[in-house]
């Protein structure tokens, strides 16, 4: 075990170093910008400069105590996920070992250690590899509980999915999900209830100050923000839609209207667009429905490797005996799938990371597949086929762990950040992602989707300092192709710097007005003023 722990902290340490020229991630600069306000003393201000309470608060939180120790602000959000991954594979360990053997734990702990999906969180600042720790963790505690029912596995199982909770929302399904489970264990053997209240009690522990926290600051009580955010794009999606042609819409009068360009969506003092509970419900059947296609699509892109990992997923799960504890087990194990495929359902856009949420599962019963192969091979003369299955998946997983290592860009986003940073100005930066704005220290806002008129007539009024075009976007923004073609229309902007990459890639940056006089940039702000202000035309109060 702790030559597998090794090379995953090797294989994630080779991965860093070959990328580390690449972006901060767009909601990792959100992290990273929130934690950096916070130990100013400014609040969690976001890339937007409103207010953030879409995210939870732990992963910042995290990132700020190790900015205060002196490191870097990207390194303090890499460094967080790179532990959580390797986390993740001790977790896995301490599952598969009680669901089934420790030899089982060591071809799961193996398969996590190089899968490309827990390789890729890994070493992104993102939340995803904290987060599959510590539902792992829960998940594990919460087969012990079912075992035991000692009130230390209730402590721990709580503890876990509460902490699971600050770092994503889906924790709170289950948490919600192991108390039903307990308390229905508890009705049908007539056990003591002791064990679920300090189950609830310890997560409410973790959950409830978050809570409170965020009512006093934003004044209404918010355990998630990302809801209308996620019906709203899941209404134009289905629709047949681009993703930035709703995400970044604005109407013909340019006011902004897609949730991700629209402040309502993000600032904490203002209420977003709601749909009706009804919508809804009908939203999230159609994204399950939808979902059912796209997880199958996670092992076919390579996100879990190849499709054998879900076929030996699909041995373990129905080709090993069947016997009272591990049913058991196996309807914990089935639970949990339940309740990450609810989960998803409220999100239509299914990116690869969102696998994660599934992904112990996944790893356990792939493992038991990988176990009864061997037994099968065991008493004949054939080679061994579970350790050949293993092999196939770990060389599969290393190909594409290295090919996705090496396809990294030429840290663009870093170059221009700093141009911009070393000629600053108090509007924000447009552009369609975050990257050149966090390394420029600047507020961001995202690019407009909309025809010229009505793109223009919005940064008229959002007033920005800087509008960045990344050619590799173009054909993303169809609407406004001559934009990206031939520049912003000099009375508009004026460009004022360009990088290239090697293949080709090119960022522009047009200075869309000069710099008002005597106006208050990052350089000559004083130390105790907020260092991001709110974009222009947002509630400030």
């Given amino acids: 075990m702790a030559a597998i722990v090794l090379v995953a902290i090797l294989l994630r340490a080779a991965t860093l170093g070959i990328r580390h020229d690449a972006a901060i991630d767009m909601d990792g600069s959100e992290y990273v910008r929130v934690a950096e306000n916070i130990l100013g003393g400014h609040g969690a201000i976001g890339m937007r400069g409103v207010p953030m309470v879409i995210f939870p608060p732990l992963y910042s939180w995290l990132i700020a105590l190790l900015l205060r120790v002196g490191v870097a602000p990207e390194h ?22 009680t669901v089934y053997d420790r030899r089982t734990a060591l071809a799961a702990a193996l398969v996590a250690a190089v899968l490309p999906m827990c390789v890729e969180t890994s070493t992104t600042a993102l939340a995803e590899a904290p987060f599959a720790a510590f539902a792992t963790a829960g998940l594990w505690s919460l087969v012990l509980l079912m075992r035991s029912w000692s009130l230390r596995a209730a402590a721990a199982c709580g503890a876990a999915f509460g902490t699971a909770y600050l770092l994503r929302p889906e924790g709170a399904l289950f948490a919600l999900a192991a108390l039903a489970i307990a308390s229905s264990v508890a009705l049908v053997r007539r056990r003591r209830f002791l064990p679920i209240a300090v189950l609830g009690a310890s997560a409410l522990l973790l959950v409830l100050p978050s809570v409170v926290a965020t009512e006093l600051y934003v004044g209404r009580v918010v355990l998630e923000g990302k809801s209308a955010i996620n019906f709203r794009l899941a209404d134009g999606l289905r629709n047949g ?30 209420r977003p667009p709601q749909f009706g509970l009804r919508h809804c ?16 699509a996670l092992f076919a892109d390579g996100a879990y490797g190849s499709g054998l990992l879900i076929l030996l997923a699909v041995l373990g799960l129905f080709g090993t005996a069947l016997t009272r504890r591990r049913l058991n087990d196996e309807a914990i194990l089935v639970a949990y799938v339940a309740v990450g495929f609810a989960a998803l359902a409220g999100v239509w856009q299914m990116w690869p990371r969102y696998g994660m949420l599934l992904l112990p599962v996944v790893l356990v019963w792939s ?8 037994r099968w091979s065991a008493g004949s003369r054939l080679p061994d086929a579970g350790l050949v299955a293993l092999g196939l998946v770990v060389a599969v997983c290393l190909a594409r762990d290295v090919t996705s290592a090496r396809s990294t860009n030429a840290g663009l986003e870093r170059t221009t950040g700093a141009w911009i940073a070393a000629h600053p100005a108090p509007g924000p930066v447009v552009d369609v992602s975050t990257g050149t704005a966090f390394y420029a220290g600047a507020i961001w806002a995202p690019l407009p989707y909309g025809d010229e008129t009505a793109s223009a007539r919005y940064l008229r009024t959002l007033a920005p300092s800087y509008v960045v075009l990344d050619s590799s976007r173009a054909v993303q923004f169809p609407p406004l192709q ?30 869309f007005a000069p710099r008002p006089a005597g106006a208050v940039t990052s350089s000559t702000r004083a130390p105790d003023t907020p260092r991001y202000r709110p974009p222009a035309g947002t509630d400030k109060s």
């Fill in 76 to 97: 303090a959000a890499l460094t967080i996920a790179f532990l959580g991954g390797c986390a993740f594979v001790i977790a896995i360990a301490a599952l598969v070992a």
């Fill in 241 to 270: 839609a681009s993703y930035l042609a709703i995400a970044d819409a604005v109407d013909a009068s340019g006011r902004p209207v897609g949730p991700e360009i629209d402040p309502r969506f993000y600032a904490g003092d203002q």
């Fill in 281 to 296: 419900f009908m939203l999230a059947a159609l994204a399950a429905r939808a979902h059912l296609r796209d997880v199958p």
């Fill in 367 to 374: 493992a038991a597949g990988i176990a009864h192969l061997r």
């Fill in 482 to 511: 001559r934009w990206f073609a031939h520049g912003l229309p000099a009375p508009l902007a004026t460009r004022a710097f360009a990088v290239a990459d090697a293949r080709g890639r090119r960022l522009t940056v047009y200075r």
